[in-house]
């Protein structure tokens, strides 16, 4: 075997050793956004080549967001003699403060064999618009949320009501209920900033907490294709959302998710991995024959689906 060394000639500055033929796309979740309200940017690659072993695009520095990795995904063709399929890579942005900000074009440079010579490539700017002020400046001290207009003496009291009695408050129990009320408060504004901030450094915490929530926006989509009879759609859709609650909550790829991968977890009890492989083919046979299918069997499989994911949210 001949490997010949990349060429030096004109290698781009930015170059970090991608070989291949590949394309670059850049997309986020949402650009219209409040102040603090964390954005979905993904940066794709696609094509052919080393795609597990590509280094990932570089970002510049964007001083208007807060910036955190969120992860990679990574989907391969091994069909045939060219390998082929992309690579995502995935960072959580928030704005830091109001206004109209622009994620600059971002490049990528790689070695085509075929063509022998280098080549780079580029995404579209993405505009991002926030509104709004966050509850906490860039340097975490509270921001001044007291209205100037109370700094008023209409507030002084000159008369003021005859002393009553002394009462020692020490003896109510709704008095030391009432001391309590801060530490809870105190308590539970650090178990939300904990929740909030591993939301946005725990891709695996993120999945597993959000999971029922994406789970319930399928199915909220399978009920509608129910209504117009689509059931090849609704069974499509019952299938994703059960695959897709349990590859959130076992943090794995719900692309390659097969029912040997179900069957192999140890946090799934041996009924409901029987259970999951009836729903399964089910799914399986209403998709491609959705002439055998009906609405009193659709609200069935429906009902089952739900089951499903109830009994796993408690094991998994």
Same mark, same amino acid.
């Given at each position: 075997?001949?490997v010949?060394?990349?060429?030096q ?30 954005i979905?940017?993904?940066? =794709?690659?696609?094509? =052919? ?7 990932? #695009? ?6 208007d967001?807060?910036?955190? !990795?969120?992860?990679? @995904?990574?989907?391969i063709?091994?069909k045939g ?6 690579? =995502? ?7 830091? @403060?109001?206004?109209v900000?622009?994620?600059?074009s971002? !490049? ?14 580029k995404?579209?700017p ?6 709004? %002020?966050?509850l ?20 002084i009291?000159? !008369? ?7 009462i020692?408050l020490?003896? &109510? ?9 801060? #530490?809870?408060g #105190? ?8 929740h909030?901030?591993?939301l946005?450094?725990? &891709? ?24 117009s009879?689509?059931y ?11 695959t ?21 977890? %140890? ?7 029987r ?5 399964? %083919?089910?799914c399986q =046979?209403?998709?491609f @024959? ?22 796993? !949210?408690?094991?998994?």
């Open positions: 075997m001949n010949k060394s990349l060429p000639n004109r290698k781009p500055a930015d170059f970090s050793g991608a070989v291949g033929a590949y394309k670059i796309r850049a997309q986020v979740d949402k650009d219209f956004v409040g102040v603090d309200e964390p979905t940017l993904k940066v =794709t690659l696609s094509g =052919t080549g080393n795609i597990k072993s590509l280094p990932p #695009v570089q970002i510049p520095e964007l001083s967001f807060r910036v955190y !990795e969120s992860g990679k @995904t990574v989907s063709n091994n003699r060219v390998v082929s399929g992309s690579k =995502t890579f995935e960072q959580a942005i928030i704005p830091r @403060t109001s206004g900000f622009t994620i600059p971002l !490049e990528y440079s790689f070695f085509d064999p075929v063509k022998s010579a280098y080549k780079s490539i995404t579209r993405i505009q991002i618009t926030a509104t709004g %002020e966050g906490v400046d860039v340097g975490g001290a509270p921001k001044n949320i007291i209205d100037a207009s109370k700094k008023s003496f209409a507030y009291f000159t !008369e003021f009501p005859k002393p009553v009695k002394n020692d020490s003896s &109510r129990l709704w008095f030391w209920l009432l001391q309590g009320i801060p #530490v809870i #105190v308590i539970a504004a650090v178990a939300v900033r904990s909030y901030r591993k946005l450094g725990d &891709r695996s915490y993120a999945r597993r907490s959000t999971a029922a929530k994406r789970a319930k926006s399928i199915l909220k989509s399978a009920r509608v294709k129910k209504k009879e689509d090849s759609g609704f069974c499509g859709d019952l299938y994703d959302a059960v897709g609650f349990i590859a959130d909550r076992l943090d794995l790829e719900k692309s390659g998710l097969i029912l040997d991968d179900l069957h192999a977890s %140890e946090y799934i009890s041996a009924d409901i991995k259970d999951l492989t009836g729903f399964i %083919e089910k =046979t209403a998709r @024959t959705p002439s055998s299918f009906d609405a009193l069997t659709a609200d069935g499989l429906l009902a089952e689906a739900v089951n499903l994911m109830q009994r796993l !949210e408690k094991t998994i």
